[in-house]
């Protein structure tokens, strides 16, 4: 279940045009609100996202841990072309040790779409540069598919 983040400053971040003025609960990806569940066991917690999240009702998830991969976990990659392609079986993620980790990332995206639509999810905010929730990735793709907006911290004000 999500929490609603809150302080001053409640509406920072979002107006009438913006995606993130959709109303419901937002889908973020936890590193960017400090949860250590990086690859490499770290966060990349996000004060512009925490100010432009405030006063809304947050889901997070990391797709990777969803899947049971575990933090730490060895670094992947997408090969082949993007999360888009992954899900149609045209391309894989591979781990930089070269384990094959495709069916974990559908499955971590599968999860996150399902959280999402359990918690009537119309907009997420995800990390750039994962090969799960980038712009280019497979739960990015997904949410997508699924009608959901999606965002990267690089798109906030």
């Not at 966060?43 to 925490?50: G, I, K, T, V």
């Not at 990332?105 to 639509?117: C, H, I, K, Q």
């Given at each position: ?5 809150t ?5 920072a971040?979002?107006?009438?045009g913006?995606?993130l ?14 949860a250590r ?5 770290g ?7 925490l ?25 992947c990659?997408l ?11 045209g ?10 980790l ?19 999810v119309r907009?997420a905010?995800?990390k750039?540069g994962?090969?799960s929730c980038g712009s280019?990735?497979v ?15 690089g798109?906030?004000?």
């Amino acid at each position: 279940m999500g929490h609603r983040a809150t302080g001053p400053g409640a509406a920072a971040g979002r107006d009438a045009g913006s995606p993130l003025a959709v109303p419901g609960p937002v889908l973020v990806s936890a590193c960017l609100l400090g949860a250590r569940c990086r690859w490499d066991g770290g966060d990349r917690r996000d004060e512009r996202a925490l100010a432009a999240l405030r006063g809304r009702e947050v889901i997070p998830i990391c797709p990777e841990e969803a899947a049971g991969l575990g933090t730490p976990r060895p670094p992947c990659d997408l090969a082949g072309g993007d999360g888009a392609d992954v899900l149609d079986g045209g391309a894989r993620v591979v781990s930089r040790e070269g384990a094959d980790l495709t069916s974990a990332f559908v499955r971590g995206a599968s999860a996150a779409a399902e959280t999402a639509r359990g918690g009537r999810v119309r907009v997420a905010l995800l990390k750039e540069g994962s090969p799960s929730c980038g712009s280019n990735g497979v739960c990015a793709a997904l949410l997508a598919r699924c009608g959901i907006v999606v965002l990267h911290e690089g798109d906030l004000p």
